[in-house]
Every structure is written in C-alpha cells, then in structure tokens.
C-alpha cells in the first residue's frame, strides 16, 4: 500500500452521550467529521475517495439502527485485534477505534462508520 493513503483515521470520544444529535463537516473530499452538539465524541474518517463512494451507497435508512450497530460492534472489534497482530499490515490498521456498544451513538454516526468499515474491506481487500 502506498504510504500517502491514509487508512480511516477513526476517532471516537466517548463521555455519556444522551444526545444523538450530530453535526457532519465534510472540509473535502478526503475528510469526513462527524461530532455531537456538546462534542462528547467525535469520528474523524480520512480516507481519499471515501465521500464520492459513500453517495453510492444506500442512504441512512436502508438498515436499521440495530443492523448497523450489531455489524460496528463486530467489525470494530475485529479490526481492533488486528491493529495489535503483527501478522497484519501496519499501513492498514494503524489506530484503534473507540467504539463503546454501551454508548447511544445515533444513526449518522453508526451509518458513517459502518460505511467506512465496508469501504476499508472493498477498498484493501480485507474482510472483518
């Protein structure tokens, strides 16, 4: 993989979330950042192509809210042990990502995340 291309650098702050409303900053077609009002976690996706591929994809309410937390809760934790094996490459899962299962994220955030997930398994070949 060429090291300019950044994989998603995903990144999750976590605090209580009650409030599932989001804002989503798109600063190019690069950079997707998506926070809540009282920015109580944050993901942050940089990844060149990830917004033109996103608009072809099916929109936020083709799955539901549970769908799409069942499969971040088992892509995340798979990409997860794969940042700590070495058998893995290291220019593809760079960071971990916080995602807590207990946390009401909301649907934007669970959508953007589970999207990217699918994107980084097309994009590198890599199935989680």
Same mark, same amino acid.
């Given at each position: 993989?060429?090291?300019?291309?950044?994989?998603?650098?995903?990144?999750?702050?976590?605090g209580s979330?009650?409030?599932?409303?989001?804002?989503?900053?798109?600063?190019?077609?690069?950079?997707?950042?998506?926070?809540?009002?009282?920015?109580?976690?944050?993901?942050?996706?940089?990844?060149?192509?990830?917004?033109?591929?996103?608009?072809?994809?099916?929109?936020? *309410? %083709?799955?539901?809210?549970?769908?799409?937390?069942?499969? /971040?809760?088992? $892509?995340?934790? !798979?990409?997860?042990?794969?940042?700590?094996?070495?058998?893995?490459p290291r220019?593809?899962?760079?960071?971990?990502?916080?995602?807590?299962?207990?946390? *009401? %994220?909301?649907?934007?955030?669970?959508?953007?995340?589970? /999207?990217?997930? $699918?994107?980084? !398994?097309?994009?590198?070949?890599?199935?989680?």
């Open positions: 993989m060429k090291a300019y291309l950044l994989i998603g650098i995903l990144s999750l702050f976590l979330c009650d409030s599932t409303q989001s804002t989503t900053q798109t600063t190019s077609d690069d950079v997707v950042r998506i926070a809540n009002d009282d920015i109580e976690y944050e993901i942050i996706i940089i990844e060149p192509g990830f917004n033109s591929w996103l608009a072809t994809q099916p929109g936020k *309410s %083709y799955h539901g809210l549970d769908y799409l937390e069942a499969q /971040n809760r088992r $892509k995340v934790m !798979e990409f997860n042990l794969r940042v700590y094996d070495s058998q893995y220019d593809l899962y760079q960071q971990e990502i916080n995602y807590d299962h207990s946390v *009401s %994220y909301g649907l934007e955030v669970n959508y953007l995340l589970y /999207n990217y997930l $699918k994107f980084f !398994e097309e994009t590198y070949k890599q199935k989680l």
